[in-house]
């Protein structure tokens, strides 16, 4: 989260600020992709792309805090998603192995981002193991960081729906890594 500084970096953002807009994105764009590789697996960069996309169409129109603008960011992701889901049903395709992209070298620790992307992965391998709908519904809660009321909104749910699934999809989390965790 950005914090008191969101205000200020929003509406630099809007202005035309790359700087600023490149703080937003650092600070979304990791929870973002985690929750569309979950929703549409193979194709969470390219909706993440389009996402964005749609963020800097509207970013002026915005108005609200940083826990609106998360709310809003994954509206328009969900959306995406659920649009994506609908084309791939009619029309499949089949996303590129990264092995046949071209390498890119980034700066950071080669070991750090390694030991995160297996952690992540693992992280996102149990959460699809989980029931669509209470996958969904804790990727918006922990990865995203959204509270029951934006969650309930971005899904079409009722708040209780939304605590139950969380509450389910948790729990059936932790029976998974804890099989000797007592159930209740």
């Known amino acids: ?4 500084e969101f205000a200020a970096t929003l509406a630099a953002a809007a202005a035309g600020d790359e700087a600023a807009f490149a703080v937003l ?7 973002l992709r985690r929750y569309l590789g979950l929703l549409a697996p193979g194709w969470a960069d390219d ?3 389009e996402t964005w996309h749609d963020v800097v169409r509207g970013l002026r129109r915005f108005s ?13 992701a969900r959306h995406r998603a659920v649009d994506w889901l609908r084309r791939e049903s009619s029309r499949p395709a089949t996303p590129v192995p990264v092995e046949d992209l071209v390498d890119r070298h980034g700066a950071e620790d080669t070991e750090a981002a390694a030991l995160e992307a297996v952690s992540t992965a ?6 699809a193991r989980l029931p669509p709908d209470q996958g ?3 990727a918006l809660r922990v990865i995203a960081g959204l509270d029951v ?3 309930a909104e971005i899904t079409g749910r009722r708040p209780g729906t939304v605590r139950v699934l969380a509450h389910r999809g948790l729990r059936r989390l932790a ?10």
Request: glycine share 6%; net charge negative.
């Open 1 to 4: 989260m950005i914090g008191p």
């Open 25 to 31: 994105w650092r600070d979304l764009q990791p929870p």
């Open 47 to 49: 909706l993440a792309s």
């Open 64 to 76: 609200g805090d940083e826990a609106g603008f998360r709310a809003w960011l994954f509206s328009i």
């Open 122 to 127: 693992e992280a996102l391998a149990l959460l």
């Open 136 to 138: 969904e519904v804790v």
């Open 149 to 151: 009321a934006r969650v």
């Open 175 to 184: 029976a998974e890594l804890v099989p000797s965790a007592v159930r209740r």
